[in-house]
């Protein structure tokens, strides 16, 4: 089992839409937690990090959950340069482990 | 630029040469990694540094693969007798030091092709 495990997609959706993605892990010690993009053929860049209150970020929120070990992404009234993979981290500052990434593709 | 920043962009070289690629931190983190990454797949950990010390290593870095990272500044991955299957995106990230959540801020990356 992979300690960050994300679901692939891609998921399409339309101009304006809301999409959620989900993320799990599989190390109960970890402690840092975040969300990166990367577009293609592109270093990942920081999205936001997740802390256990929840955080928002304009139309993003990014949520955390301990007790079942998943950490959340929403992004609201998507724009087509939202286009990109999405890749969850979680670990400590000696390493950080990324999941494998959702695609989301926003279409007109 | 202030940013991480990674030499050579590409690299292409025969299977069983020996090739090495440098990265220079943000210059107050002295927090270093190194990680792979191939198509469809998310960044892999391979190494990782605070200061000069090597303080966390992969499995995954086979006794062909060194990093180095002398002075606590910038650092220099080796990848020695390269195979086809070594073929991939090499990135490097920085962090500072601190409490609560340390982000890390990648470099450009460099991609070796093995033929």
């Known amino acids: 089992r992979k300690e960050v495990e994300q679901d692939p997609g891609p998921f399409n959706v339309p101009e304006g839409a809301t999409v959620a993605f989900n993320c799990t892990y599989s190390n109960s010690a970890s402690q840092s937690f975040f969300w990166y993009r990367q577009d293609c053929r592109k270093e990942p860049k920081l999205l936001m990090s997740?802390?256990?209150s929840g955080n928002e970020d304009g139309r993003f929120t990014a949520q955390l959950n301990r007790a079942s070990q998943y950490i959340s992404l929403l992004i609201r009234d998507s724009k087509l340069s939202d286009s990109a993979t999405y890749l969850c981290?979680?670990?400590?500052?000696?390493?950080?482990?990324f999941g494998a990434g959702t695609r989301l593709a926003v279409h007109p | 630029d202030t940013g991480v920043s990674q030499d050579p962009r590409h690299k292409i070289t025969k299977r069983g040469q020996n090739v090495t690629f440098r990265c220079d931190p943000i210059?107050?983190?002295?927090?270093l990694y190194w990680y792979r990454q191939t198509l469809g797949q998310g960044p892999e950990f391979l190494t990782y540094?605070?200061?000069?010390?090597?303080?966390?290593k992969s499995r995954l870095l086979s006794d062909r693969f060194s990093a180095e990272r002398p002075k606590g500044s910038f650092s220099t991955l080796e990848i020695q007798r390269t195979e086809q299957g070594d073929s991939a995106m090499y990135l490097c990230?920085?962090?500072?030091?601190?409490?609560?959540?340390?982000?890390?801020?990648f470099g450009q990356g460099t991609r070796l092709t093995v033929v």
């Open positions: 540094f605070q200061n000069e010390a090597q303080l966390e």
């Open positions: 990230a920085s962090s500072a030091q601190g409490s609560g959540n340390t982000e890390a801020f």
């Open positions: 981290v979680g670990g400590g500052y000696n390493k950080l482990i």
């Open positions: 210059s107050e983190h002295n927090r």
């Open positions: 997740v802390y256990s």
